[in-house]
Protein backbone atom coordinates (compact mmCIF):
# COMPACT_ATOMS: atom_id res chain seq x y z
CA UNK A 1 0.00 0.00 0.00
CA UNK A 2 1.08 3.52 -0.95
CA UNK A 3 3.05 5.62 1.74
CA UNK A 4 0.89 8.94 3.57
CA UNK A 5 2.36 11.96 4.74
CA UNK A 6 0.63 14.36 6.95
CA UNK A 7 1.39 17.03 9.05
CA UNK A 8 2.06 16.25 12.64
CA UNK A 9 -0.62 18.41 13.94
CA UNK A 10 -3.46 21.55 13.21
CA UNK A 11 -5.08 23.44 15.45
CA UNK A 12 -8.36 25.35 13.96
CA UNK A 13 -11.20 27.52 16.11
CA UNK A 14 -14.34 25.96 17.34
CA UNK A 15 -17.08 26.61 14.62
CA UNK A 16 -15.08 26.84 11.62
CA UNK A 17 -14.09 24.40 9.18
CA UNK A 18 -10.92 22.15 9.75
CA UNK A 19 -9.01 21.34 6.20
CA UNK A 20 -6.80 18.28 6.65
CA UNK A 21 -4.25 17.50 4.22
CA UNK A 22 -2.40 14.27 2.92
CA UNK A 23 -0.06 13.94 0.48
CA UNK A 24 -0.42 10.08 -1.16
CA UNK A 25 2.38 10.98 -4.46
CA UNK A 26 2.76 7.23 -4.93
CA UNK A 27 -0.60 6.04 -5.00
CA UNK A 28 -1.81 3.23 -7.28
CA UNK A 29 -4.75 3.39 -9.65
CA UNK A 30 -6.67 0.76 -7.39
CA UNK A 31 -5.92 2.14 -4.33
CA UNK A 32 -8.49 3.94 -2.54
CA UNK A 33 -8.39 6.99 0.30
CA UNK A 34 -9.37 6.31 3.51
CA UNK A 35 -9.84 8.43 6.65
CA UNK A 36 -10.69 7.36 10.63
CA UNK A 37 -10.04 9.13 13.84
CA UNK A 38 -9.30 8.17 16.86
CA UNK A 39 -10.28 9.91 19.95
CA UNK A 40 -8.27 9.59 22.85
CA UNK A 41 -8.19 6.16 24.53
CA UNK A 42 -11.22 4.91 21.56
CA UNK A 43 -10.80 3.17 18.76
CA UNK A 44 -10.50 4.83 15.43
CA UNK A 45 -14.03 5.85 13.82
CA UNK A 46 -14.57 5.13 10.12
CA UNK A 47 -14.76 9.15 8.35
CA UNK A 48 -14.97 8.87 5.35
CA UNK A 49 -13.58 6.95 2.04
CA UNK A 50 -13.13 7.60 -1.88
CA UNK A 51 -11.25 6.32 -5.11
CA UNK A 52 -11.39 9.30 -7.54
CA UNK A 53 -14.31 11.56 -7.05
CA UNK A 54 -15.32 13.72 -4.40
CA UNK A 55 -16.98 12.30 -1.41
CA UNK A 56 -19.05 13.95 1.29
CA UNK A 57 -21.49 12.56 3.99
CA UNK A 58 -23.06 13.18 7.18
CA UNK A 59 -19.00 13.70 9.16
CA UNK A 60 -17.22 14.92 6.81
CA UNK A 61 -16.31 15.99 2.69
CA UNK A 62 -13.42 14.17 1.33
CA UNK A 63 -11.56 15.95 -1.67
CA UNK A 64 -8.91 14.32 -4.38
CA UNK A 65 -6.67 16.00 -6.33
CA UNK A 66 -7.14 15.12 -10.22
CA UNK A 67 -4.09 13.33 -10.25
CA UNK A 68 -4.96 11.67 -6.63
CA UNK A 69 -1.50 12.32 -5.54
CA UNK A 70 -3.12 14.45 -2.51
CA UNK A 71 -6.50 14.70 -0.78
CA UNK A 72 -7.68 17.09 1.85
CA UNK A 73 -10.34 15.97 4.95
CA UNK A 74 -12.99 18.57 5.60
CA UNK A 75 -14.96 19.34 8.72
CA UNK A 76 -16.97 21.78 7.70
CA UNK A 77 -17.70 23.35 11.33
CA UNK A 78 -15.42 21.82 13.62
CA UNK A 79 -16.62 21.20 17.61
CA UNK A 80 -14.61 20.63 20.33
CA UNK A 81 -15.32 17.04 20.19
CA UNK A 82 -13.71 16.81 16.75
CA UNK A 83 -10.02 17.19 18.84
CA UNK A 84 -8.47 13.80 18.25
CA UNK A 85 -5.74 12.22 15.91
CA UNK A 86 -7.18 11.96 11.73
CA UNK A 87 -5.09 8.82 9.85
CA UNK A 88 -5.54 9.13 6.33
CA UNK A 89 -4.64 5.86 4.79
CA UNK A 90 -4.58 4.48 1.06
CA UNK A 91 -5.83 1.23 0.13
CA UNK A 92 -5.96 -1.66 -2.19
CA UNK A 93 -9.32 -3.26 -2.41
CA UNK A 94 -7.72 -6.64 -2.10
CA UNK A 95 -9.01 -10.19 -0.21
CA UNK A 96 -6.41 -8.18 2.51
CA UNK A 97 -8.82 -6.18 3.95
CA UNK A 98 -6.37 -4.61 6.11
CA UNK A 99 -5.87 -1.14 7.02
CA UNK A 100 -1.60 -0.18 8.06
CA UNK A 101 -2.41 3.05 10.01
CA UNK A 102 0.41 5.87 9.62
CA UNK A 103 1.06 9.04 12.06
CA UNK A 104 -1.92 10.80 11.19
CA UNK A 105 -2.64 14.33 12.41
CA UNK A 106 -3.07 15.18 16.16
CA UNK A 107 -6.23 18.28 14.94
CA UNK A 108 -6.93 20.18 18.28
CA UNK A 109 -10.04 22.54 18.34
CA UNK A 110 -9.88 25.90 20.22
CA UNK A 111 -12.88 27.05 21.93
CA UNK B 1 -22.99 1.92 11.81
CA UNK B 2 -21.84 -1.63 12.92
CA UNK B 3 -21.20 -2.41 16.31
CA UNK B 4 -17.80 -4.00 17.68
CA UNK B 5 -17.98 -4.97 20.70
CA UNK B 6 -13.93 -5.58 22.85
CA UNK B 7 -14.41 -6.92 26.91
CA UNK B 8 -12.43 -5.81 28.95
CA UNK B 9 -11.72 -2.47 28.27
CA UNK B 10 -9.19 -2.54 30.89
CA UNK B 11 -7.21 -5.22 32.73
CA UNK B 12 -4.48 -5.67 35.33
CA UNK B 13 -2.73 -8.63 35.69
CA UNK B 14 0.86 -9.80 37.29
CA UNK B 15 3.63 -10.88 35.21
CA UNK B 16 3.52 -14.67 34.01
CA UNK B 17 -0.21 -14.85 33.76
CA UNK B 18 -2.18 -15.21 30.82
CA UNK B 19 -5.20 -12.33 29.66
CA UNK B 20 -7.87 -13.23 26.98
CA UNK B 21 -9.09 -10.23 25.31
CA UNK B 22 -12.42 -10.62 23.36
CA UNK B 23 -13.88 -9.06 20.24
CA UNK B 24 -17.72 -9.49 18.90
CA UNK B 25 -19.33 -8.22 16.16
CA UNK B 26 -22.88 -7.24 17.82
CA UNK B 27 -25.12 -6.93 14.71
CA UNK B 28 -23.10 -7.94 12.02
CA UNK B 29 -20.97 -11.49 10.72
CA UNK B 30 -17.51 -10.77 10.46
CA UNK B 31 -15.33 -13.94 9.07
CA UNK B 32 -11.97 -11.41 9.32
CA UNK B 33 -10.93 -9.35 11.91
CA UNK B 34 -8.01 -7.59 12.88
CA UNK B 35 -6.03 -7.07 16.10
CA UNK B 36 -3.65 -4.15 16.56
CA UNK B 37 -1.85 -2.81 19.42
CA UNK B 38 -0.65 0.83 20.20
CA UNK B 39 1.63 2.20 22.59
CA UNK B 40 1.38 5.73 24.26
CA UNK B 41 1.47 8.51 21.96
CA UNK B 42 2.10 6.33 18.63
CA UNK B 43 -0.02 5.09 15.72
CA UNK B 44 -2.09 1.41 15.74
CA UNK B 45 0.37 -1.08 14.74
CA UNK B 46 -1.53 -4.49 13.18
CA UNK B 47 -0.49 -7.21 14.96
CA UNK B 48 -2.64 -10.11 13.05
CA UNK B 49 -5.59 -10.88 10.82
CA UNK B 50 -7.86 -13.16 12.22
CA UNK B 51 -10.19 -15.44 10.19
CA UNK B 52 -12.96 -17.17 10.59
CA UNK B 53 -12.36 -21.04 10.63
CA UNK B 54 -8.86 -20.72 9.81
CA UNK B 55 -5.60 -20.09 11.54
CA UNK B 56 -4.91 -16.28 12.38
CA UNK B 57 -1.93 -14.71 10.27
CA UNK B 58 0.83 -12.71 11.84
CA UNK B 59 2.59 -9.49 10.86
CA UNK B 60 6.18 -10.04 10.65
CA UNK B 61 7.80 -9.51 13.94
CA UNK B 62 4.57 -10.43 15.83
CA UNK B 63 5.32 -14.12 17.81
CA UNK B 64 1.99 -16.13 17.35
CA UNK B 65 2.96 -18.45 20.38
CA UNK B 66 2.80 -15.46 22.16
CA UNK B 67 -0.33 -13.62 20.74
CA UNK B 68 -2.99 -16.57 20.57
CA UNK B 69 -5.67 -15.48 18.57
CA UNK B 70 -9.06 -17.65 17.46
CA UNK B 71 -11.89 -17.61 15.42
CA UNK B 72 -14.26 -19.74 16.68
CA UNK B 73 -17.68 -18.15 14.87
CA UNK B 74 -18.86 -15.53 12.74
CA UNK B 75 -18.97 -12.69 15.55
CA UNK B 76 -16.22 -13.36 18.13
CA UNK B 77 -12.31 -13.24 17.84
CA UNK B 78 -10.06 -13.88 20.78
CA UNK B 79 -6.49 -12.82 21.65
CA UNK B 80 -4.69 -14.16 24.62
CA UNK B 81 -1.49 -12.73 25.71
CA UNK B 82 0.19 -15.57 27.02
CA UNK B 83 2.70 -15.30 30.01
CA UNK B 84 2.71 -11.71 29.75
CA UNK B 85 5.45 -9.61 30.60
CA UNK B 86 5.36 -5.95 31.59
CA UNK B 87 6.42 -5.13 27.96
CA UNK B 88 3.50 -6.44 26.90
CA UNK B 89 1.42 -3.57 28.48
CA UNK B 90 0.04 -1.73 25.70
CA UNK B 91 -3.25 -0.87 24.28
CA UNK B 92 -5.28 -3.83 22.11
CA UNK B 93 -8.03 -2.79 19.79
CA UNK B 94 -10.14 -5.11 17.26
CA UNK B 95 -11.44 -4.61 14.29
CA UNK B 96 -13.78 -6.76 12.10
CA UNK B 97 -15.09 -6.54 8.66
CA UNK B 98 -18.57 -6.48 7.68
CA UNK B 99 -18.80 -9.65 5.41
CA UNK B 100 -22.47 -8.68 4.30
CA UNK B 101 -21.57 -5.08 2.90
CA UNK B 102 -18.77 -6.37 0.85
CA UNK B 103 -15.84 -5.07 3.57
CA UNK B 104 -15.52 -1.63 2.32
CA UNK B 105 -15.31 -0.48 5.76
CA UNK B 106 -13.46 -1.91 9.04
CA UNK B 107 -15.31 -0.80 12.45
CA UNK B 108 -13.43 -0.92 15.57
CA UNK B 109 -13.91 -1.87 19.03
CA UNK B 110 -13.42 0.75 22.10
CA UNK B 111 -10.20 -0.79 23.01
CA UNK B 112 -8.57 -3.07 25.65
CA UNK B 113 -5.65 -1.25 28.31
CA UNK B 114 -3.56 -4.10 29.47
CA UNK B 115 -1.42 -3.23 32.14
CA UNK B 116 1.06 -6.38 33.41
CA UNK B 117 2.98 -5.83 36.53
Known amino acids: DAKTTQPTSMDCAEGRAANLPCNHS???????VYWYRQIHSQGPQYIIH???NNETNEMASLIITEDRKSSTLILPHATLRDTAVYYC????????????FGSGTRLLVRP | GAVVSQHPSWVICKSGTSVKIECRSL??????MFWYRQFPKQSLMLMAT?????????EQGVEKDKFLINHASLTLSTLTVTSAHPEDSSFYIC?????????????FGSGTQLSVL
Open chain 2, 50 to 58: SNEGSKATY
Open chain 1, 26 to 32: TISGNEY
Open chain 2, 27 to 32: DFQATT
Open chain 2, 95 to 107: SARDSGTGGEKLF
Open chain 1, 50 to 52: GLK
Open chain 1, 89 to 100: IVRVMDSSYKLI
